[in-house]
């Protein structure tokens, strides 16, 4: 069974760097079939794509946060992390990480969800 889970501190003072873990069990990060993603959910919008990496180790990143932005992986621990900068209260938000299944193209499975709130 494919299990996702976010670990990482529930609270950011502006400025600093975000940093989340994604430890992933019943499946590799190298796997071919599939992508690992972070999206977030700011309270009260939508869900907000931040960037992915790939089974090759290669990254991808939202325009809008690009700038901000670093994704990469442990193989060794089977898990990837999310680094954002220069954090501001607008980055308040419940950050899942998340597996997309190539074959079907569609976010497959979910960890349960972190709440990071960005705050002095």
């Known amino acids: 069974q494919v299990q996702l889970q976010e670990s990482g501190p529930g609270l950011v003072k502006p400025s600093q760097t975000l940093s989340l873990t994604c430890n992933v069990s019943?499946?590799?990060?190298?796997?071919?079939?599939?992508?690992w993603h972070w999206i977030r959910q700011p309270p009260g919008k939508g869900l907000e794509s931040i960037g992915y990496?790939?089974?090759?180790?290669?990254?991808y990143y939202s325009a809008s946060l690009k700038s901000r932005t670093s994704i990469s992986r442990d193989t060794s621990k089977n898990q990837f992390t999310l680094q954002l900068s220069a954090v501001t209260p607008e980055d308040t938000a419940v950050y899942y990480c998340?597996?997309?299944?190539?074959?079907?193209?569609?976010?497959?499975?979910w960890g349960q969800g972190t709440q990071v709130t960005v705050s002095s």
């Open positions: 998340v597996r997309r299944n190539k074959l079907g193209n569609q976010y497959d499975y």
């Open positions: 990496i790939a089974y090759s180790g290669s990254t």
């Open positions: 019943g499946n590799s990060v190298t796997s071919n079939s599939y992508s």
